[in-house]
Nanobody, 123 residues
Framework: VQLQASGGGLVQVGGSLRLSCAASGRTFSSYFMGWFRQAPGKEREFVAAISRRGYNTYYADSVKGRFTISRDNAKNTVYLQMNSLKPEDTAVYYC?????????????????WGQGTQVTVSS
């Protein structure tokens, strides 16, 4: 599967952005999907994940209550709605996919990655 992330940009503190990740192929609903982010000088970290049909969602503590992950299998797209953004949310955001994920928080468990989209939150 090929993944294309979009929707990043520059936003002020407290603002919102919605990231999208469009997938190629006809088996999108077979993939467990995740969002990760990486700030300069830091390791890639887990943000959110969603099960194949969207019934189960998972969040990092740092974004819980502010971010919402969702998916539209008919459109082969996964979304990350980000509200109440903070300067510490500034990073490159990546979407990831895999058929089977043992530990959804571990980036090494995902075989497929999008190219990343920059999110910058200014104070």
């Amino acid at each position: 599967v090929q993944l294309q992330a979009s929707g990043g940009g520059l936003v002020q503190v407290g603002g919102s952005l919605r990231l999208s990740c469009a997938a190629s192929g006809r088996t999108f609903s077979s993939y467990f999907m995740g969002w990760f982010r990486q700030a300069p000088g830091k390791e890639r970290e887990f943000v959110a994940a969603i099960s194949r049909r969207g019934y189960n969602t998972y969040y990092a503590d740092s974004v819980k209550g502010r971010f919402t992950i969702s998916r539209d299998n008919a459109k082969n797209t996964v979304y990350l709605q980000m509200n109440s953004l903070k300067p510490e949310d500034t990073a490159v955001y990546y979407c990831a996919a895999d058929f089977s994920v043992v530990n959804y928080r571990n980036y090494a468990g995902y075989a497929y990655w999008g190219q990343g989209t920059q999110v910058t939150v200014s104070s």
